[in-house]
């Protein structure tokens, strides 16, 4: 039986995180409260941190520095 991955929306996203930084819960328990992995979350979290103005593209969607890598490529 095939696992179908699961997809969250960018705003999603941002909001988990916004609960964990602005909003005083733990990874844990918010991890737990949204039914997503702690791992997830930390990376949601590392992500928004290092890019917040291009933090999850969404799928089909670079980066700006990604889509100018993949155009100098072909």
């Known amino acids: 039986m095939d696992k179908k991955r699961r997809q969250y929306t960018r705003e ?3 909001e988990a995180v916004k609960l964990v930084t602005e ?3 733990s ?8 039914g997503v992995s702690q791992s997830v979350l930390h990376r949601w979290k590392r992500q928004l ?3 917040p103005i291009h933090a999850f593209p969404g799928v089909g969607h670079l980066k ?6 993949r155009q100098l490529r072909l």
């Open 12 to 14: 999603f996203k941002f």
């Open 23 to 25: 909003g005083g819960l």
């Open 27 to 34: 990874v844990a328990q918010t991890a737990r409260d949204l």
């Open 49 to 51: 941190s290092s890019d």
């Open 64 to 69: 700006p520095e990604a889509k100018e890598l």
